[in-house]
C-alpha cells in the first residue's frame, strides 16, 4: 500500500479569522474510498501568513504542497488529484 | 443557512484587518483611502462588472467598519475624514445596522419562474391546478402572469419535471419580523421599529449589503490612549478558538487589554437569579417564566409579542452584570464586551456599565493585525472560575439546564427551547404569549429562548463553523468548575 496522503491544516489564528474553521471539517466530508488513504493533522500556525508573498489565509499543505485560501472543496479536489495521480 | 465563512464574510475580515494595522501604526486616516484600490488592484479579476464598481462598493464597506451608516454617504467627502470622525467620536451611534445600497443586488420580489426544464407536457399539472387561472402555454414553455399569481406555489409543487422554481429574497426570507421590505427603487430598506438586531439578515444576505457598524477603531484608540481596556468574553468566543486554558486570557493581554473578565461568571449570577425569580413566580402562582439573556428575542416580545411580556424574566443579562461588577472593581475601567452577536451592540448602548461591544470577527482582526496568535500566547489564570453551567450558555438549551441545576426541586421544571427565532418561533412565542394572558397552563413552565438557531455559537459575526465551535465549546465547559 502506498503512503497516505498527508493534510495539514493550519489552525493558527490568522487562518481561523479567514474561516480554517471550515476545513476542519474535512475528515467527515471525505468520499468513502479516501478516508483511509489521507492523514489529517492540525497544526498550530505554520507561519506562512507573516509573508504576504506565501498568498493569503487560510493555508493547508497537502503533501506538502501549499494552498492558499484554501476552502473545503478546493482541498477535496487537491487530495482526488493525489489520489488519481 | 449560508455559509459563515463565504466570500463577503472574508471580505469584511480582511477591511477590519487593514483598518486595525493601520491605525496601530498610527497611519489609519492617511491609509485608509488606498484600501478599496489595494483589495480591487487593476488588473485583478473584479467580483462586480468593474474593478471601479468593486472599489466604490468596498469604499462603503470601509465606511461600516469604521462605525458609519453608509446611508449618509457623501461622494464629495473622503474616506480620511471618515476616519477622522470615527476616531474623535465618544460613543457608538445607532443604529446598529445598516443597508449598503450599491451592494443591494435589489434582489427582484420573492416570485415562481419556470425555468428552461419546461416541457409544455400535455398533462400541464401547472394550469390545470393554478388557482388564479394565471398560467398559459405559448412557444413551448409554461407562462406565469407575473400580475395575477398569488405566489401560492401550487405550480412548483405539481410540476413532474421540477421546471418550476422559487426565487425567493433572502433578507426578507431570514427576517422573522418583517422589518425588511423595497422601497420604491427597489432596494431593500430597515424598519428599525419592527427590527430587533437579530442579525439574521446580515448573516444571509449573498450580497454582504446588511451590515452592522464597527466598533473596532473606538476600541483600539481606547488601547492606545493606554486606557484600562478590559475584555469581558462571552462563551461563545471561547468556542471560536483553537486554545488551551488560559490562552485567550493571554492573547487579550498581547492585545493591550488591562484585565480579562469571564461573562460565563455573569453567566452564573443569571442563572442563580433566574433560579431564584422561577422559584418566587411559580409560589405566586404563575403558569410560566421566560429567559431574558438573548437581548434580540426581548426586544422580539417587547415589539411583536407583547402578551409574553410579564412572562420574560426581571433578571439581567450575563453582559451587564459582568460590566456591573468590572465597574465595581474600577469605575475607570474601559468595559468591552466581545461577543458574536448583533443585539448585544444595542444593549451595551442601552447599558451605563458597558462600553464598548466588539464583535467575534473585530477582536479576530485585532489579534491578526497585532500578530497575536493565540496558540502561542502565554496561559494566564483568570480571577474568577466560572461554573460548567454558566459556560455553557452559548449553547441553545445551556441556559434552562443552568437554571434547572440550581432549583431546589429541578423535578418540577418543565423546560422548553425556543431554538432561533425563525416565523415559526415567532408564532411559538405568541402562542405562549396568548396562553400566558389567559392563565391557560403550559405544557412548559420555563422557555429559553435563542434568537440564533443553535445559540450563541451561531451568532451573526461568528468565524468558526458553528459545528466545529460547539466540539471546542464542549471542552470549554468541561473545564468549568
Given at each position: 500500500?502506498?503512503?497516505?496522503?498527508?493534510?495539514?491544516?493550519?489552525?493558527?489564528?490568522?487562518?481561523?479569522?479567514?474561516?480554517?474553521?471550515?476545513?476542519?471539517?474535512?475528515?467527515?466530508?471525505?468520499?468513502?474510498?479516501?478516508?483511509?488513504?489521507?492523514?489529517?493533522?492540525?497544526?498550530?500556525?505554520?507561519?506562512?501568513?507573516?509573508?504576504?508573498?506565501?498568498?493569503?489565509?487560510?493555508?493547508?499543505?497537502?503533501?506538502?504542497?501549499?494552498?492558499?485560501?484554501?476552502?473545503?472543496?478546493?482541498?477535496?479536489?487537491?487530495?482526488?488529484?493525489?489520489?488519481?495521480? | 443557512?449560508?455559509?459563515?465563512?463565504?466570500?463577503?464574510?472574508?471580505?469584511?475580515?480582511?477591511?477590519?484587518?487593514?483598518?486595525?494595522?493601520?491605525?496601530?501604526?498610527?497611519?489609519?486616516?492617511?491609509?485608509?483611502?488606498?484600501?478599496?484600490?489595494?483589495?480591487?488592484?487593476?488588473?485583478?479579476?473584479?467580483?462586480?462588472?468593474?474593478?471601479?464598481?468593486?472599489?466604490?462598493?468596498?469604499?462603503?464597506?470601509?465606511?461600516?467598519?469604521?462605525?458609519?451608516?453608509?446611508?449618509?454617504?457623501?461622494?464629495?467627502?473622503?474616506?480620511?475624514?471618515?476616519?477622522?470622525?470615527?476616531?474623535?467620536?465618544?460613543?457608538?451611534?445607532?443604529?446598529?445596522?445598516?443597508?449598503?445600497?450599491?451592494?443591494?443586488?435589489?434582489?427582484?420580489?420573492?416570485?415562481?419562474?419556470?425555468?428552461?426544464?419546461?416541457?409544455?407536457?400535455?398533462?400541464?399539472?401547472?394550469?390545470?391546478?393554478?388557482?388564479?387561472?394565471?398560467?398559459?402555454?405559448?412557444?413551448?414553455?409554461?407562462?406565469?402572469?407575473?400580475?395575477?399569481?398569488?405566489?401560492?406555489?401550487?405550480?412548483?409543487?405539481?410540476?413532474?419535471?421540477?421546471?418550476?422554481?422559487?426565487?425567493?429574497?433572502?433578507?426578507?426570507?431570514?427576517?422573522?419580523?418583517?422589518?425588511?421590505?423595497?422601497?420604491?427603487?427597489?432596494?431593500?430598506?430597515?424598519?428599525?421599529?419592527?427590527?430587533?438586531?437579530?442579525?439574521?439578515?446580515?448573516?444571509?444576505?449573498?450580497?454582504?449589503?446588511?451590515?452592522?457598524?464597527?466598533?473596532?477603531?473606538?476600541?483600539?484608540?481606547?488601547?492606545?490612549?493606554?486606557?484600562?481596556?478590559?475584555?469581558?468574553?462571552?462563551?461563545?468566543?471561547?468556542?471560536?478558538?483553537?486554545?488551551?486554558?488560559?490562552?485567550?486570557?493571554?492573547?487579550?493581554?498581547?492585545?493591550?487589554?488591562?484585565?480579562?473578565?469571564?461573562?460565563?461568571?455573569?453567566?452564573?449570577?443569571?442563572?442563580?437569579?433566574?433560579?431564584?425569580?422561577?422559584?418566587?413566580?411559580?409560589?405566586?402562582?404563575?403558569?410560566?417564566?421566560?429567559?431574558?439573556?438573548?437581548?434580540?428575542?426581548?426586544?422580539?416580545?417587547?415589539?411583536?409579542?407583547?402578551?409574553?411580556?410579564?412572562?420574560v424574566s426581571d433578571t439581567r443579562s450575563p453582559m451587564h452584570y459582568t460590566a456591573e461588577m468590572a465597574k465595581k472593581e474600577d469605575p475607570e475601567y474601559v468595559t468591552v464586551f466581545i461577543g458574536?452577536?448583533?443585539?448585544?451592540?444595542?444593549?451595551?448602548?442601552?447599558?451605563?456599565?458597558?462600553?464598548?461591544?466588539?464583535?467575534?470577527?473585530?477582536?479576530?482582526?485585532?489579534?491578526?493585525?497585532?500578530?497575536?496568535?493565540?496558540?502561542?500566547?502565554?496561559?494566564?489564570?483568570?480571577?474568577?472560575?466560572?461554573?460548567?453551567?454558566?459556560?455553557?450558555?452559548?449553547?441553545?438549551?445551556?441556559?434552562a439546564e443552568a437554571v434547572r441545576v440550581r432549583l431546589k426541586h429541578p423535578e418540577n421544571l418543565r423546560p422548553f427551547v425556543i431554538n432561533g427565532l425563525d416565523v415559526a418561533g415567532m408564532k411559538?412565542?405568541?402562542?405562549?404569549?396568548?396562553?400566558?394572558?389567559?392563565?391557560?397552563?403550559?405544557?412548559?413552565?420555563?422557555?429559553?429562548?435563542?434568537?440564533?438557531?443553535?445559540?450563541?455559537?451561531?451568532?451573526?459575526?461568528?468565524?468558526?463553523?458553528?459545528?466545529?465551535?460547539?466540539?471546542?465549546?464542549?471542552?470549554?465547559?468541561?473545564?468549568?468548575?
Open positions: 500500500m502506498s503512503e497516505k496522503i498527508k493534510v495539514v491544516i493550519c489552525s493558527g489564528t490568522a487562518c481561523f479569522v479567514m474561516g480554517a474553521s471550515e476545513i476542519l471539517l474535512l475528515e467527515e466530508s471525505l468520499p468513502e474510498d479516501l478516508k483511509d488513504k489521507v492523514e489529517i493533522e492540525g497544526a498550530t500556525c505554520l507561519g506562512l501568513c507573516k509573508d504576504s508573498k506565501n498568498g493569503k489565509a487560510p493555508f493547508v499543505t497537502i503533501n506538502g504542497e501549499v494552498m492558499t485560501e484554501a476552502t473545503l472543496p478546493g482541498v477535496l479536489q487537491k487530495i482526488q488529484e493525489f489520489a488519481d495521480a | 443557512m449560508l455559509n459563515i465563512n463565504n466570500g463577503a464574510a472574508q471580505i469584511k475580515r480582511e477591511i477590519l484587518v487593514r483598518i486595525a494595522k493601520l491605525q496601530l501604526a498610527g497611519k489609519l486616516e492617511e491609509g485608509v483611502h488606498y484600501i478599496p484600490r489595494e483589495m480591487a488592484p487593476r488588473n485583478s479579476e473584479p467580483r462586480r462588472c468593474c474593478i471601479y464598481h468593486d472599489r466604490e462598493v468596498l469604499r462603503l464597506r470601509v465606511m461600516a467598519r469604521l462605525g458609519h451608516s453608509v446611508e449618509d454617504y457623501d461622494d464629495e467627502k473622503k474616506l480620511a475624514e471618515y476616519a477622522k470622525e470615527a476616531l474623535e467620536r465618544e460613543k457608538p451611534t445607532e443604529p446598529m445596522l445598516t443597508v449598503l445600497d450599491d451592494a443591494c443586488n435589489a434582489c427582484v420580489r420573492a416570485h415562481y419562474m419556470v425555468t428552461n426544464a419546461c416541457q409544455a407536457c400535455i398533462a400541464r399539472p401547472c394550469m390545470m391546478n393554478c388557482p388564479k387561472k394565471c398560467i398559459d402555454i405559448t412557444g413551448g414553455r409554461a407562462h406565469i402572469d407575473p400580475e395575477a399569481c398569488v405566489n401560492c406555489g401550487i405550480c412548483m409543487q405539481n410540476c413532474p419535471y421540477h421546471a418550476i422554481i422559487r426565487i425567493p429574497v433572502p433578507c426578507e426570507e431570514a427576517c422573522p419580523v418583517g422589518a425588511i421590505s423595497k422601497d420604491e427603487s427597489g432596494k431593500e430598506r430597515i424598519d428599525y421599529s419592527k427590527c430587533t438586531f437579530c442579525g439574521a439578515c446580515m448573516r444571509e444576505c449573498p450580497f454582504g449589503a446588511m451590515m452592522d457598524k464597527g466598533q473596532i477603531v473606538d476600541v483600539i484608540r481606547k488601547l492606545m490612549e493606554g486606557k484600562k481596556v478590559v475584555a469581558m468574553y462571552a462563551p461563545a468566543i471561547a468556542a471560536q478558538f483553537r486554545a488551551q486554558p488560559g490562552q485567550l486570557e493571554g492573547a487579550f493581554k498581547a492585545a493591550g487589554f488591562h484585565k480579562t473578565f469571564e461573562v460565563a461568571v455573569g453567566a452564573d449570577i443569571t442563572a442563580d437569579k433566574e433560579a431564584h425569580e422561577f422559584e418566587e413566580r411559580m409560589e405566586h402562582g404563575d403558569t410560566l417564566m421566560t429567559t431574558s439573556c438573548c437581548p434580540a428575542y426581548v426586544r422580539a416580545v417587547q415589539i411583536h409579542a407583547p402578551d409574553l411580556i410579564p412572562c458574536p452577536c448583533l443585539a448585544k451592540r444595542k444593549e451595551g448602548l442601552d447599558d451605563p456599565h458597558v462600553d464598548y461591544v466588539l464583535s467575534a470577527e473585530e477582536i479576530g482582526a485585532l489579534f491578526v493585525a497585532k500578530e497575536i496568535d493565540i496558540g502561542e500566547c502565554e496561559a494566564i489564570v483568570c480571577g474568577q472560575q466560572p461554573t460548567a453551567s454558566g459556560r455553557n450558555f452559548a449553547q441553545s438549551g445551556g441556559v411559538q412565542l405568541k402562542a405562549f404569549g396568548k396562553a400566558a394572558a389567559e392563565k391557560k397552563p403550559c405544557e412548559a413552565n420555563l422557555v429559553e429562548v435563542m434568537a440564533c438557531p443553535g445559540g450563541c455559537i451561531a451568532g451573526p459575526s461568528v468565524i468558526t463553523n458553528p459545528k466545529v465551535a460547539s466540539a471546542q465549546l464542549k471542552k470549554y465547559v468541561e473545564k468549568g468548575i
